[in-house]
């Protein structure tokens, strides 16, 4: 069997043979033309008798196929291809796919690679060579393009990471209705412990968040600060949105100044 780097001068030569003998019984129309994969008889007295291929009806795609490539080896044209197999797009073929041929005679090249040896012939000495350099070089047809899956349905845009803001309490709070049938009940009196820069700066939380309006509602956000029912318990009352609006600054801010700045950074508090 010819390997890559054989010729048929150094085949012959490696076995006591013409390179003329070895053309002759091997039916070689290019003595300087052979095939990674190629048999050669040696020492044959006369050219192997190859019997006569037979048409087959189906052909099996396989990996490296093209249409045009099977045509030639098949003796079928592009054309009646296409036809017998409804194929739409000549240039795409999927390995394993099965392709009519209507009983068309087998190529000449493909009778010499599929005839049997015979018996006069099987008893010769074969060679095995690795692959020729100068063998034909083929098309590779792309075996994705039977389960390819599409690209767009699987591909992820990698976005860089940012950590999660905390939007107190706006974007934590679960949305909430309040019942109508349960109006709010108001709380006791409160006086808030705010004063001088701090009374100042709640002041304009107030302003900005609502307008200084006791009644002010923005979705789910209710009063003059702007809290959800979550904080305020149901009691819409304005002793117990000064109440919560001072603890609720206490817990995540230490102080009404600090709330401004972040609120002055921000937009939020």
């Known amino acids: 069997m010819v390997k890559a780097g054989d010729t048929l001068s150094a085949i012959a030569a490696a076995h006591h043979t013409s390179v003329d003998q070895l053309a002759t019984g091997n039916k070689l129309a290019n003595k300087h033309l052979i095939l990674v994969g190629q048999k050669l008889i040696l020492n044959a007295s006369a050219p192997a008798a190859a019997p006569a291929a037979t048409a087959t009806n189906d052909y099996t795609v396989k990996a490296g196929d093209t249409l045009s490539g099977i045509a030639a080896s098949t003796g079928v044209s592009q054309s009646t291809l296409i036809i017998l197999n409804h194929i739409q797009n000549a240039n795409l073929l999927i390995v394993g796919q099965s392709l009519k041929l209507a009983g068309a005679p087998v190529a000449a090249s493909a009778q ?4 049997p040896v015979s018996a006069a012939s099987a008893a010769a000495q074969r060679y095995s060579a690795p692959k020729t350099a100068s063998a034909p070089k083929t098309y590779t047809a792309p075996k994705a393009a039977a389960s390819k899956p599409d690209v767009a349905s699987q591909t992820t845009t990698s976005q860089p ?4 803001r905390y939007t107190a309490p706006k974007a934590a709070a679960p949305k909430y209705v309040a019942p109508k049938a349960q109006p709010a009940r108001p709380s006791a009196t409160y006086r808030s412990t705010a004063s001088g820069s701090e009374a100042a700066a709640k002041a304009a939380i107030a302003q900005r968040e609502s307008g200084g309006s006791y009644t002010a509602r923005n979705g789910q956000y209710i009063g003059k600060y702007q809290l959800t029912s979550s904080y305020l318990k149901g009691d819409y009352s304005a002793a117990n949105q000064e109440r919560v ?10 102080s009404w100044s600090k709330a401004l700045a972040h609120s002055n950074a921000h937009g939020w508090y």
């Open 245 to 254: 609006a001072d603890q609720y600054v206490a817990g995540r801010y230490g």
């Open 161 to 164: 990471y940012s950590a999660p």
């Open 112 to 115: 010499r690679a599929a005839a």
